[in-house]
């Protein structure tokens, strides 16, 4: 990598931003907990006492306040990562596309259009 | 001697076994997507390989962030599926190849990857919904499996350049090899998408034709990008395409016929595509 793309990617992990050191070590315990969701008998802890179960994890009160508010963005912000938070969202039946809505404002049908509307945008259209 | 006999590429998001839980295969959402694959199953048909090398990403089944590897090769007897936690039924086991997985390691690491090696891995969505797509009802699986993971979650990733190079490497691996398998290379994931921030729900068409365009003829085309520069072009989990293009590597340098290629906007979040390549 030269000093050039290092800058250039660093500053590509800030703006999307992208789940690197700096993240993945401020999320680690709310990851950790997501990926205890493996478990149904985990799931059904996290059910009985949300509480108990995020104490258990050692959760930081930003990430507790996120996870209690069911605030998607704040829990990114927290360092979670989305393929351990679709485990957490699964607990509560939400899919990919309510994260979606969740994180832009849309409602879910206004989300599932704007994703439609990307067709539109195929350059050429291969036969199968 | 061994020979790579074809290679298999598709998405592997989770809705796609919902879909086929629900036997939604011919609703007019996910038609365009599944009508990709009888040329594929015909194809398998015919072509009867009996191991597959998978190239995906793992989304936090086997792998947790404690230990991340960058590329680890599968040298199980077997590869289970388990609960991912959102609803999924729990696939099939696969059957692997130690004997065949210890020789790719050790040409691997020979070859200076230092690649993480597994006695133990489950395999997910990312390696069960690509076989159910093609040999859907099948009682067991009738190809073994070596599973090759690539960091696809937590940066630093490694380069599509990288990436590229580790499947070259795998081909110069199953080469030597001594045994008369028909194998199978396979890259799963992508295209286009984004799971997560107020990006959330972006995909590129642009790019994706760029990629399926590319990747038969002229692999190194997708190299010039830095993993970064792939995640700001396809969207945070489009960085799958590291998989195809690991696997595209896997075929070796040949000369390649394109027997089958779908792309549909959108399923899921996801824009979807399958491909199917033949040495020709």
């Known amino acids: 990598m030269t000093p050039d793309s290092a800058t250039t990617d660093n500053a590509?992990?800030?703006?999307?931003p992208l789940f690197d050191g700096r993240l993945a070590t401020r999320g680690y315990a709310l990851n950790a907990m997501c990926f205890s969701f493996n478990e149904r008998a985990n799931r059904e802890a996290f059910l009985a006492d949300e509480d108990v179960y995020c104490a258990r994890f050692g959760l930081t009160p930003e990430q507790r306040k996120a996870v209690a508010d069911r605030d998607v963005l704040a829990m990114l912000d927290a360092g979670g990562n989305v393929y351990y938070l679709a485990k957490l969202a699964g607990i509560f039946g939400l899919g990919v596309q309510d994260l979606g809505a969740l994180q832009t404002g849309m409602s879910v049908d206004q989300f599932k259009a704007m994703l439609q509307t990307w067709a539109e945008k195929i350059p050429?259209?291969?036969?199968? | 001697m061994a020979q790579i006999i074809g290679g298999y590429f598709t998405s592997h998001v989770p809705g796609i076994g919902g879909a086929?839980?629900?036997?939604?295969?011919?609703?007019?959402?996910?038609?365009?997507?599944f009508d990709g694959f009888p040329p594929i199953r015909a194809w398998l048909e015919q072509a009867k390989p009996d191991v597959a090398v998978v190239f995906s990403n793992d989304h936090g089944l086997n792998?947790?962030?404690?230990?991340?590897?960058?590329f680890a090769v599968g040298a199980a007897p077997t590869y289970d599926n388990a609960d991912e936690g959102w609803g999924l039924p729990v696939y099939k086991s696969f059957t692997g190849h130690p004997a065949l997985s210890w020789h790719v390691i050790d040409s691997l690491v020979r070859d200076e990857f230092d690649i993480t090696t597994c006695q133990q891995m489950l395999v997910d969505h990312a390696v069960s919904i690509p076989f159910e797509l093609v040999y859907p009802g099948a009682e067991s699986w009738p190809?073994?499996?070596i599973p090759i993971a690539i960091n696809t979650v937590q940066y630093p990733l490694p380069s599509p350049k990288r990436c590229l190079a580790l499947g070259r490497a795998v081909h110069r691996a199953l080469q030597s090899w001594g045994g008369d398998e028909r194998i199978l290379v396979c890259g799963t994931g992508g295209l286009s998408h984004q799971l997560d921030g107020p990006r959330a729900g972006f995909m590129n068409p642009d790019y994706d034709m760029f990629c399926l365009d590319n990747l038969a003829a002229n692999p190194d085309a997708l190299t010039g990008h830095t993993a970064e520069q792939v995640a700001e072009l396809a969207g945070t989990q489009g960085v799958e395409i590291l998989n195809w293009i690991a696997a595209r590597g896997a075929m070796g340098d040949v000369p390649l016929t394109q027997i089958s290629r779908n792309y549909h906007i959108p399923i899921s979040n996801t824009a979807a595509a399958s491909l199917l390549l033949e040495p020709a």
């Open chain 1, 12 to 16: 590509i992990r800030r703006t999307i």
């Open chain 1, 124 to 128: 050429h259209q291969e036969h199968v």
């Open chain 2, 20 to 33: 086929i839980l629900r036997g939604d295969q011919q609703t007019p959402y996910w038609k365009p997507f």
């Open chain 2, 63 to 70: 792998f947790f962030l404690d230990k991340m590897p960058t």
């Open chain 2, 143 to 145: 190809i073994k499996l």
